[in-house]
């Protein structure tokens, strides 16, 4: 899709209560107003990064995520052949897990319909990149995105620690493959999201503005905006939002660079803003709302805390742990060479041959052994094998481990007692 193949345009709505058929009207009006029709396979791309107990601001609020699934079955219910609600959340958490927790499974399971696509268990399709300045040159996304033809993009409205917000650019974090997702994911992330943008681009945004989350970005502080603001363009619905908490959108990096690639305007006299909430009016709201990249020299200024005099106790210790651990270096290679030479490395028979065993392998099997020599006693007092093995097996066996045990030399007594 070219994303200026319409005039770039953001409607600002208001909305105080998390009421799935209140959303849903406003977001229905949202597409009508801006001449949008869902068609064949429609995905939904919410923000699930984290979600449960301690994350209840981190994500789009199920909710939401009801009231678009009804608004666009209200405009496209017959021109729609799927419609899926598709996600990765933060890694290393299943995503079945999020969208459990976050109450978005119990909204799909009222709308058999709707698939749910959790993206890390999806076929992974190859993206090249050919754009100039580009940190790769390629990127793996799920297939229900690559094949998408209608895309809705419904982000939370929060903060970032390292992006300063989180939009709607900043939520394709989400549509990429775990080989990609801790890849650039540091000093060079706003590049990074400003590539991702060369994947898709959405025919639909709308954000959960009703209760944002300032200052942090998985456990944010919930800052109440009674906003859900859409729109048709990324980088113009990014620049709206920026401007409403009082940021410009040049200095958001991910912003300024999509900006640069051609992907939108970041000139607010050049997008058209509309609704029932002026931009003004907004702002006033948003009075206040913490970004969530503030310089330490800012955070601690007015205290009587001396970052100079903190940074400088900061280096010494270090340079005392280091000098510390050049110590200890040849003292712990010593002492592990010792430890390497005196391990027997002879490999035992068996289920315990796996390569070199350890110490605690041998005694493992010494201590089997004296417990089956001790049955193999046993049962020859009482006429018994011991369980465990046949007859014959086990006699043989503990008659073996007998024999070698009495060829074993007996200790010569000491001292007094070689006179009794």
């Known amino acids: 899709m070219n994303p200026n193949a319409t005039p770039p345009r953001v409607i600002i709505r208001h909305c105080d209560e998390y009421r799935y058929e209140r959303i849903r009207t406003i977001l229905r009006e949202g597409l009508q107003e801006l001449g949008l029709k869902p068609k064949g396979r429609t995905l939904v791309k919410p923000n699930l990064v984290a979600a449960g107990e301690m994350f209840p601001y981190a994500h789009t609020r199920a909710e939401f995520v009801e009231g678009m699934i009804l608004a666009l079955q209200d405009v496209g219910e017959d021109s729609m052949s799927e419609l899926a609600v598709g996600e990765r959340c933060g890694i290393t958490i299943p995503t079945r897990y999020v969208f459990k927790h976050s109450g978005v499974d119990a909204v799909l399971a009222k709308h058999p319909s709707v698939k749910r696509y959790c993206f890390e268990e999806e076929p992974q399709v190859e993206i090249r990149y050919t754009h100039e300045k580009r940190l790769r040159d390629y990127v793996f996304v799920p297939q229900p995105v690559a094949k ?7 982000p939370k409205f929060k903060a970032h620690p390292w992006t300063m917000v989180t939009f ?5 974090i989400g549509i990429q493959d775990d080989r990609h997702r801790l890849i650039d994911h540091d000093h060079r992330l706003n590049e990074k999201v400003a590539d991702l943008q060369y994947v898709i681009q959405p025919q639909f945004i709308a954000i959960d503005g009703i209760i944002a989350g300032e200052g942090r970005m998985l456990t944010p502080k919930p800052f109440t905006l009674n906003l859900i603001v859409m729109g048709n363009n990324q980088v113009a619905f990014d620049t709206v939002c920026s ?3 009082g940021v410009d959108a040049r200095d958001v990096d991910h912003i300024r660079f999509a900006h640069e690639r ?3 305007p970041i000139d607010l006299s050049k997008i058209e803003i509309t609704g029932d909430v002026t931009l003004e009016d907004a702002r006033k709201r948003a009075r206040g709302f913490e970004v969530g990249l503030v310089r330490v020299e800012k955070y601690f200024e007015g205290t009587r805390i001396n970052l100079r005099r903190v940074r400088g106790a900061h280096r010494r210790e270090a340079r005392r742990e280091g000098r510390l651990h050049r110590r200890l270096r ?3 290679g010593q002492d592990r060479r010792q430890r390497q030479a005196g391990e027997d490395r002879e490999p035992l028979p068996g289920p315990l041959d796996q390569g070199p065993v350890r110490r605690r392998g041998r005694r493992h099997l010494r201590e089997a052994e004296e417990r089956d020599a001790e049955g193999a006693r046993r049962a020859q007092g009482s006429g018994r094998a011991p369980a465990g093995l046949p007859g014959e097996c086990r ?3 503990a008659h073996a481990r007998i024999a070698r045990r009495d060829q074993e030399p007996v200790p010569r007594p000491r001292g007094g ?3 009794q």
Request: charged share 10%; proline share 4%; aromatic share 14%.
């Open 262 to 264: 051609g992907f939108g």
């Open 148 to 154: 998408a033809d209608f895309f809705v993009n419904t």
């Open 168 to 172: 709607s650019m900043k939520n394709y």
């Open 243 to 245: 401007a409403i908490i």
């Open 330 to 332: 040849p003292v712990g």
């Open 417 to 419: 007692d070689a006179l």
């Open 395 to 397: 006699g043989a066996a």
